[in-house]
Nanobody, 130 residues
Framework: QVQVVESGGGLVQAGGSLRLSCTVS????????MGWFRQAPGQEREGISC????????YYADSVRGRFTISRDNVKATVYLEMNRLKPEDTAMYYC???????????????????????WGQGTQVTVSS
């Protein structure tokens, strides 16, 4: 059984930092692209950062580029999201998701929601106060 577990969320002041972690079990982690998605109340879920299985290709949404950094440790089966210079508009539930991409699929479309996502976590709440 595949399990995806996020952690690291919390309450932080604007300008602060948080580091999210997502640990995966039950699948071959180093064959799977991973991504961070977020959903604020009343808004659609958006893909904010994704990384391919090797860590050699990443994608960032415009809203987070330059402030967030995604990375992964295939030995620990964990993907991270380092979030700096947080803004109140970053407040949302953050979800981790994984998908095994085919040879022609890329992390950009994965983040954009073009491919059905196979494994989701339960989410971790990030709240940024002004």
């Amino acid at each position: 059984q595949v399990q995806v577990v996020e952690s690291g969320g919390g309450l932080v002041q604007a300008g602060g930092s948080l580091r999210l972690s997502c640990t995966v079990s039950g699948l071959t982690f180093d064959h799977v692209a991973m991504g961070w998605f977020r959903q604020a109340p009343g808004q659609e879920r958006e893909g904010i950062s994704c990384i391919n299985w090797a860590g050699s290709s990443t994608y960032y949404a415009d809203s987070v580029r330059g402030r967030f950094t995604i990375s992964r440790d295939n030995v620990k089966a964990t993907v991270y999201l380092e979030m700096n210079r947080l803004k109140p508009e970053d407040t949302a539930m953050y979800y981790c998701a994984g998908k095994r991409l085919s040879a022609v699929q890329r992390v950009g479309p994965f983040c954009a929601g073009s491919y059905p996502v196979t494994h989701w976590g339960q989410g971790t709440q990030v709240t940024v106060s002004s």
